[in-house]
């Protein structure tokens, strides 16, 4: 594990902590219970699931009135039942916290069902309740969503934008010129390797070795693997080395190879914002742009040269190649009606039963 890796995940286990602090005790048991087969980043969205849901259960639900999250036991917990799951999975679709707006689709309710399931089976199992409630409750049927990709005119005409700084205000352009090449080489990592923003951002100046034209990331999971990538992203990144010599970091961000504008490791939230901003510049009629949707791109690229399904699973690092293919059906569909209109019965020349 890289160091950065490190570093954050000592940072979540912090966050996990704090936010135990405001939970049942028995949260702490859960998740204890779960330390050696999960990440740290996935106890923490565990917590965060299980904080919204007992503040759900004690401002929403008149029989935990009395009660906060905190203060409630056992014995409350077995209070809960499937209707009432059932009345936290709506609450999900439109809710109100400290006077912002949040709302889940599908995806984000699975998800928060899902850490539900896990926390109460864990009390079941144990012998801490006597039913399961959330046994009961239907997961929500997921609505397949089509891939958002860039064209390939998309794909350029954002890069273009990036080197020559156009549709950007005075203020921008003066930020641009000190972060085109950074961010030409980040855009050009994205689309021509299908990297990870999270495995993006933890790249040292070491981990790149231009003999191979390879880097080494740390993948979900804690596990490493090299990535390879074509000339044309070599170029682009050999150009930003020579600018990221002449940078002096801040204190423990000496290793970075991408900083930000306060030369520090630049961040998750800094990089999606970044590509937001050119990407709905090139592609404007395309909401939502994000690096995933640039990952999308690569992957959707990659499966249309190779028809490789499982080598797009692995570049990618799928650890499920279902996953990769629940992605690519539409893809494959696509292909399987190419080749119904490339198969002729008969030509022009073959005369029909009404000609004999």
């Known amino acids: 594990m890289s160091i950065y890796a490190e570093q954050r995940a000592k940072e979540l286990q912090l966050l996990t902590r704090s936010a135990l602090r405001e939970l049942p005790e028995v949260c702490f048991d859960f998740?204890?219970?779960?330390?050696?087969t999960t990440q740290p980043l996935t106890r923490y969205a565990y917590v965060s699931d299980l904080k919204l849901f007992f503040s759900f259960l004690t401002a929403e639900l008149p029989k935990f009135s009395d009660k906060t999250p905190q203060s409630m036991d056992v014995q409350d917990l077995a209070k809960v039942s499937s209707r009432d799951i059932y009345m936290y999975m709506d609450y999900?679709?439109?809710?109100?916290?400290?006077?912002?707006?949040?709302?889940?689709?599908?995806?984000?309710?699975?998800?928060?069902?899902?850490?539900?399931?896990?926390?109460?089976?864990?009390?079941?199992?144990n012998g801490y309740i006597e039913a399961d409630p959330a046994a009961l409750v239907d997961m929500p049927k997921r609505h397949q969503k089509p891939i958002i990709r860039l064209e390939i005119d998309e794909v350029a005409r954002m890069l273009d934008l990036v080197e020559s700084g156009d549709m950007q205000s005075e203020?921008?352009?003066?930020?641009?010129?000190?972060?085109?090449?950074?961010?030409?080489?980040?855009?050009?990592?994205?689309?021509?390797?299908?990297?990870?923003?999270?495995?993006?951002?933890?790249?040292?100046?070491?981990?790149?070795?231009?003999?191979?034209?390879?880097?080494?990331?740390?993948?979900?999971?804690?596990?490493?693997?090299?990535?390879?990538?074509?000339?044309?992203?070599?170029?682009?990144?050999?150009?930003?080395?020579?600018?990221r010599k002449t940078m002096s970091p801040a204190p423990g961000h000496e290793d970075a190879l991408f900083l930000s504008l306060q030369n520090r490791r630049i961040s998750v939230r800094a990089v999606q914002l970044m590509?937001?901003?050119?990407?709905?510049?090139?592609?404007?009629?395309?909401?939502?742009?994000?690096?995933?949707?640039?990952?999308?791109?690569?992957?959707?690229?990659?499966?249309?040269?190779?028809?490789?399904?499982?080598?797009?699973?692995?570049?990618?690092?799928?650890?499920?190649?279902?996953?990769?293919?629940?992605?690519?059906?539409?893809?494959?569909?696509?292909?399987?009606?190419?080749?119904?209109?490339?198969v002729h019965l008969r030509t022009d020349e073959t005369p029909s039963e009404d000609d004999e």
Do not use: C, W
């Open 171 to 243: 203020r921008q352009k003066k930020y641009n010129d000190h972060t085109r090449t950074r961010d030409l080489a980040i855009l050009t990592l994205f689309l021509g390797t299908g990297i990870r923003v999270s495995e993006l951002v933890g790249i040292n100046i070491d981990d790149v070795d231009f003999s191979i034209n390879g880097f080494l990331v740390t993948r979900k999971g804690g596990s490493q693997a090299i990535l390879y990538f074509p000339d044309e992203v070599a170029q682009v990144l050999k150009d930003y080395m020579k600018l």
């Open 31 to 36: 998740i204890n219970a779960i330390d050696s």
């Open 92 to 125: 999900l679709g439109f809710y109100v916290k400290d006077d912002a707006e949040f709302s889940n689709q599908d995806l984000g309710k699975m998800r928060k069902l899902s850490s539900l399931r896990s926390f109460y089976k864990f009390l079941y199992k």
């Open 275 to 342: 590509v937001k901003k050119y990407a709905s510049q090139a592609a404007p009629l395309k909401k939502h742009l994000s690096p995933h949707k640039l990952r999308s791109t690569f992957g959707t690229n990659l499966y249309h040269e190779t028809g490789d399904i499982y080598l797009v699973a692995d570049v990618l690092g799928h650890s499920d190649v279902n996953t990769t293919r629940r992605h690519y059906a539409a893809m494959s569909d696509d292909r399987r009606r190419m080749a119904a209109t490339k």
